[in-house]
């Protein structure tokens, strides 16, 4: 009996462990570090995002750049696991006749607080609910 109960710890110590290594594995593998087009935020259509092409740049693995149809932006950021944490950004200071989305966007990006990743899709999550979808950008 005491044996059959060794084997039941450590048969569900390495299934917990095998599966947080998954998540991990997921987040931090060469398809984080690409450039990501935003196609869902906030109340902005998908039309409006691409043809602002709004982007999100991850390719460095310390600093994300994105421009959402005026300025330029870097942010830095850090990934452990499923939670992601970005700096307060700094931009390019352009007047452009519709900022909105630009502003939302500087706004919001350090509220996120996880990412998911599947296949091509990236998904940032905040804690009050707010929610940016991704496409890689290389996705055909």
């Not at 039941?8 to 290594?21: A, D, E, G, R, Y």
């Not at 696991?81 to 966007?105: H, P, S, V, W, Y």
């Amino acid at each position: 009996m005491k044996k059959l109960s060794i084997i039941i710890l450590v048969s569900i110590f390495t299934l917990s462990c095998n599966c947080k290594k998954n998540i991990v594995s997921n987040v931090n593998s060469e398809n984080l570090h690409r450039k990501w087009m935003l196609v869902s935020y906030k109340n902005y259509t998908k039309d409006d995002l691409i043809k602002k092409e709004a982007f999100l740049d991850m390719t460095n693995k310390e600093r994300a750049s994105s421009k959402m149809g005026c300025n330029s932006m870097s942010f830095g950021y850090s990934v452990t696991g499923n939670a992601i944490t970005f700096t307060q950004g700094m931009g390019t200071k352009m007047f452009c006749q519709d900022m909105n989305l630009e502003t939302d966007f500087l706004n919001d990006l350090p509220k996120m607080i996880t990412i998911v990743i599947e296949g091509h899709k990236m998904t940032l999550n905040g804690k009050d609910n707010e929610k940016m979808e991704f496409i890689a950008q290389d996705w055909d």
